[in-house]
């Protein structure tokens, strides 16, 4: 298991930008693939963004591509998610996830681990 922790998240007006952190405490992130998932209140959780375990390797919902981008270093042991052009249904509450798996990346079922999750709110 992997301790995570996320940061970053707030309240920002559309079209802003946010950039999410995730970090491990204790473990290396460098054996996981890693992905961002949203959840708005109500709502089930749904990928937004993943990154194989070099990095070389990326994926996006059609909802953000264009818009997100996901990137991790795996020195410092972080994984980020830069989001501009910032929309209101983009508010959701995210997390990060790792997993062993390194396909079918955008399926919340193959992540064993999980932060508590950063606050996003878009206001219009």
């Not at 559309?14 to 950039?19: A, F, K, M, Q, R």
């Given at each position: ?5 996320e ?10 930008s ?19 998932f949203?959840?708005?209140?109500g709502k089930e959780r749904k990928?937004?963004a ?21 990137s ?23 997390y ?15 992540y ?13």
């Amino acid at each position: 298991q992997v301790q995570l922790v996320e940061s970053g998240g707030g309240l920002v007006q559309t079209g802003d930008s946010l950039t999410l952190s995730c970090t491990a405490n204790g473990r290396s992130l460098s054996t996981y693939s890693m992905g961002w998932f949203s959840q708005a209140p109500g709502k089930e959780r749904k990928f937004a963004a993943a990154i194989s375990r070099s990095g070389g390797r990326t994926y996006y919902a059609d909802s953000v591509k264009g818009r997100f981008t996901i990137s991790r270093d795996n020195a410092e042991n972080t994984v980020n998610l830069q989001m501009n052009s910032l929309k209101p249904e983009d508010t959701a509450v995210y997390y990060c996830a790792a997993t062993k798996a390194y396909t079918t990346l955008a399926a919340p079922t193959l992540y064993a681990n999980w932060g508590q999750g950063t606050q996003v709110t878009v206001s219009s």
